[in-house]
């Protein structure tokens, strides 16, 4: 079955500096790539996704990239804001199948002003 | 909010009780999902119920047993549970196509569930 890695576990960054997170995955069958954010006391909410059709999408300081030769995809959020600091979780699934999201283990995001 | 609310928020039983956490969702989806989110641990899926009908079941403990009387409205009910089944549980919807292909989960905020 499929698994999904991801890193750092903790990051920690200053106000309007970049942050990245990385996420492998083992299923080459796998094709859709979701990144949710979870605040505290809240659910996982979806922020950015993205398909294996395309090897990047931008939304405004996020984007996502994937690199389906490696197994590998990224978040990537510029000029982070401290409201940008939640949990951040990568996943995977094969869309046509309905399998469901393998989750990682998640990223620890602060960012400090 | 993301059209999916859970009750209660908050949930604290001893071991012989039994309790019922209840999810729903005003999207008009026709899948339900549960999973269990544990500190220091990926979100681990329960269940999923597609158009009302079970199809996945992730070797539960059957001291877990979910319910899904309309695809609006999800259960699960819990009875003499463990101390390490204490967690934060998610239920999530979404749009199933008619290839059986799922599109985004929504998650609800969970129920944080602490057994004594």
């Known amino acids: 079955g499929e698994n999904v890695e991801q890193h750092p576990s903790t990051l920690s960054v200053q106000e309007g500096d970049s942050a990245v997170i990385k996420c492998t995955y083992s299923?080459?069958?796998?094709?859709?790539f979701p990144w949710y954010k979870q605040e505290l006391g809240k659910g996982p909410q979806l922020i950015i996704d993205?398909?294996?059709?395309?090897g990047e999408k931008k939304d405004q300081r996020i984007a996502v990239t994937l690199n389906k030769t490696a197994k590998h995809f990224s978040l990537h959020i510029t000029e982070t804001q401290p409201e940008d600091s939640a949990v951040y979780f990568c996943a995977a699934s094969i869309l046509q199948a309905g399998t469901a999201l393998i989750f990682g283990k998640g990223t620890t995001l602060s960012v400090s002003s | 909010e993301t059209g999916v609310t859970q009750t209660p928020r908050h949930l604290v039983m001893g071991m012989t009780n039994k309790k019922s956490l209840k999810c729903e969702q005003h999207?008009?989806?026709?899948?339900m999902y549960w999973y269990k989110q544990s500190a220091k641990k990926p979100l681990e899926l329960m269940f999923v119920y597609s158009l009302e009908e079970r199809v996945e079941n992730n070797s539960v403990p059957s001291r877990f047993s979910p319910e899904c009387p309309n695809s609006s409205h999800l259960f699960l009910h819990l009875h003499t549970l463990q101390p390490e089944d204490s967690a934060l549980y998610l239920c999530?919807?979404?749009?199933?196509?008619?290839?059986?292909?799922?599109?985004?989960?929504?998650f609800g905020p969970g129920t944080r569930l602490t057994v004594t």
């Open positions: 999530a919807s979404s749009q199933v196509g008619r290839g059986g292909g799922s599109y985004e989960q929504y």
């Open positions: 999207l008009g989806h026709n899948a």
């Open positions: 993205i398909r294996s059709n395309v």
């Open positions: 299923d080459s069958a796998s094709n859709y």
